[in-house]
């Protein structure tokens, strides 16, 4: 490019843009298949979670129930 930039500065801007675009072109194949696994790992991570919230939900109902059998042993105690 600064041998063009010597001839011509619009040869040099479209050389440099050239260049750029050569050089997006590369990144972007590199980074494409990694934008899809990361979209396909965050549509995953929306199913575990919420699969997650469900199991948590139930594990809230055993512990509660668990408690109110506890209360329910301790008053059988005292009596």
């Not at 972007?28 to 979209?39: D, E, G, N, R, Y």
């Not at 549509?43 to 997650?52: H, K, Q, Y």
């Amino acid at each position: 490019p600064k041998v063009i930039k010597k001839v011509s500065v619009a040869a040099y801007g479209l050389c440099c843009w050239s260049r750029a675009m050569y050089k997006y072109d590369a990144v972007a194949k590199v980074v494409k298949p990694k934008q899809i696994a990361l979209q396909g790992a965050q549509e995953e991570l929306v199913t575990v979670v919420a699969a997650l919230k469900v199991k948590q939900d139930a594990l809230q109902e055993v512990v509660d129930k668990l408690e109110k059998l506890d209360q329910g042993l301790q008053t059988a105690k005292r009596k």
